[in-house]
């Protein structure tokens, strides 16, 4: 009997040493959790990806700007046509005349109140504009478009709303719907735990889950998502300790923040802010109840109820939320059955704000500012980037590009490529060098591979303005100065002989250089760099902007060179700059997450080419469009508008590129395979088709520039280059020449009683008749 009693008090002496034991392990475990709860969800406690933001739209008095325009700039950013315009990010129109309540937004050098702005439109052209105060408005920033974050790797974005920006609505919804007992649990609701217990077991699978919205919050924001009974312990003690240090206001705004609701490629959707955006393209303070109500269906799960993919089974859910919002108080019968009534309104993919990404802008975003910051200040720190991206230029190259790829492939070719034809397309301002639009592939909204900045691609004939300019430079040659165009061989290093030809096997013979330009002669361009010298031409790519001067081959004459589409850009800038060089810039200027200033991008120019010359070889690429190889550019472009360019193409018509500029934009396009086959595209027959439609499309600006002083401006016989007049000789054209350049003149066109004495004298008659 003793030896029983004895070992029964072993027995709870060892049972009470395992619940010290546990008691003591559980505790430490407790406090552990404790620390972990505190440490992590005080202070700031999400990483908040850097978000960027498009150029705003500037509106003023006798901008280019129509009715139709404006509506479809306001619709883009997200404002909700209504009656009468009561609340930020929303408008009225009637007729020409356009009523809109701006929103409120901190800009890189000015806070801008919400106000009514009234916006009168005559014709394609604003106007006039008045505050509410009927006073006069000279110049009005729309708030700009959120056009993507820079997220870290594991891929959360969000956007941190405060309670302020929440409607009583969505609170009182996700309590109806996820937690009813919300407002009296201390984090765990047993009586659910236990219901939906009751139901799995009879059902024999998972069909109702307990967790209240902290535990959602828990596994959210601190754990995985394995589901195991030790998680589910873990889980339900985090929650308590949350409901013990933070209020049940903060943890509802947390969860507000903090929710997955959805997935945009790689980029995962957190919080209703950031979901707002990205199913309505509007702020989450600016919904609707049948839009609040469907982010809240949305929150049981999101790739199931996902209303692009399953619209019916999202509106199914939608409108049982209205239905249980209505049931429980939160909102009137009637309200409900109006909202259930709604359209889902989601905006399309790829149109709405902060989603439908730009990801090669944003590449070249990521690229710049990683000069200045470490990764995790542009992943975590709340940055706020305001770029150069047009959202309206960015639209029409996307829809050229696509429109013309897909128009090309159902056009015979000889090419035994079995890939798509591939694009990119990038559209500067020339005079301050900015980004304005840049499409790095056929599927514009796909982060994959960025074309637009890596695809090193052998360039053809766009060489070929950089070979005309060191002639021009060297003053020896001008737009009129004749060279051959005949058999060219060169012996190399290794013994062997390089023989070029041009693209149609034939000679031309002597030619002028604005012919040799505008049609692209090879043999002709061969000898004049030759006769330049390689190593002035290859010291003028460097001089316009190519980072590594070329190897001083004579293939370099005839575009064996690889550089990306940007590179071009940057080279074909000194062109439509005038002779100036300004860098090529995405960034205008980098906020923190405060609103203070922390970088502005200065505007760098730098004289990089004779002015002069510069202007005789534009006037030539002028010609490449109305006489050469773009020609087929004016079936498509308006018939007023002054564009220059060149089209290259590279051996075994691997590439097809057009670059030209016109008075507003400069645009640069690539056509070819990843697998570096044959397109069988000329840059003429392919980049230009997507080029010209571009160009037509922008209303942008003729190319114009004053003639220089030292110039003066003559015609002559495109074909010959012997002096004309312009009703007289084959094909005149007007060309550019220094001063007192003497040319031979076309016989038919020199022959009148007067000669040579009699046309100075009709020159001098109209100076004098000028002058009076």
Known sequence: MRALKKYRKQIFAGVALALGVFAIVFTVWVFTLDRKITSQFEGRRWTLPAQVYAEPTELYAGQAFSADTLEQELQRLGYQRVD?????????????????????????????EPQLLTINTRGAAIEDMRNGRNEEV????????????????????????????????????????????????????????????WVNLRAGQIEQGGSTLTQQLVKSYFLDNRRTLSRKIEEAIMAMLLEVHFSKQDLMNAYINEIYLGQDGRRAIHGFGLASQFYFGKPLAELQLHEVALLVAIVRGPSYYDPRRHPKRARERRDMVLKLMAEHGVIAPEMAKKAARRELGIVSAGSQVGGGYYPAFLDLVRRTLRRDYREEDLTEAGLRIFSTLNPMVQTQAEKALTQELDRLEKMPRKTKSKSPLEGVVVVTAPQNGEVVAMVGGRQASFAGFNRALDAKRSIGSLVKPVIYLAAVESGNYHAASIIEDG??????????????????????????????????????????????????????????????????????????????????????????????????????????????????????VTPVASPEAVYQVNRMMV????????????????????????????????????????????????????????????????????????????????????????????????????????????????????????LPMQPSCSTNVFGEFGEKAKEWWRGVTRQQ
């Open 84 to 112: 009468k315009p009561q609340h930020p990010g929303s408008y009225s129109r009637q007729g020409t005349r356009v009523d809109l309540i701006n929103r409120r937004f901190q800009f890189w050098d000015v806070l801008q």
């Open 138 to 197: 000279p110049i009005f920033r729309l708030d700009p478009l959120l056009i993507g974050s820079i997220f870290p790797i594991h891929g959360e974005d969000r956007v941190v709303v405060t309670p302020e920006e929440v409607s009583t609505l969505l609170p009182s919804a996700l309590k109806v719907v996820e937690d009813r007992k919300f407002d009296t649990h201390m984090g765990v609701n047993f009586s659910a735990i236990t219901r939906a217990a």
């Open 487 to 604: 058999p060219v061989s060169v012996k190399l290093q290794n013994g062997q002989l390089w023989e070029p030809k041009n693209i149609s096997k034939e000679f031309y013979g002597p030619v002028p250089l604005v012919r040799a330009l505008a049609q692209s002669m090879n043999l002709a361009t061969v000898n004049l760099g030759l006769a330049v010298g390689l190593p002035k031409v290859t010291r003028e790519f460097v001089a316009l902007g190519l980072e590594k001067e070329p190897p001083q081959l004579p293939s370099v004459l005839l575009g064996s060179l690889d550089v990306s589409p940007l590179d071009v850009a940057q080279l074909y800038n000194a062109f439509a700059n005038g002779g100036f060089s300004t860098p090529l810039r995405a960034v205008r200027s980098v906020l923190d997450a405060d609103g203070e200033s922390l970088k502005s991008f200065a505007l760098e």
């Open 623 to 742: 010609e490449v469009i109305e006489h050469g190889s773009g020609r087929s550019a004016r079936a498509t472009i308006p018939p007023t508008l002054t564009v220059a360019g060149k089209s290259g193409t590279s051996s075994d018509y691997r590439d097809s590129w057009f670059a030209g500029f016109s008075g507003g934009h400069l645009a640069v396009v690539w056509i070819g395979h990843d697998d570096n086959t044959s397109t069988g595209l000329t840059g003429s027959s392919g980049s230009l088709a997507v080029w010209s439609r571009l160009m037509a499309n922008l209303g942008t600006t003729s190319w114009s520039a004053p003639l220089p002083e030292s110039l003066e401006e003559t015609w002559i016989e495109f074909p010959t280059g012997l002096g004309a007049r312009p009703d007289c000789g084959e094909q005149p054209i007007a060309i550019a020449v220094p001063k007192g350049t003497q």
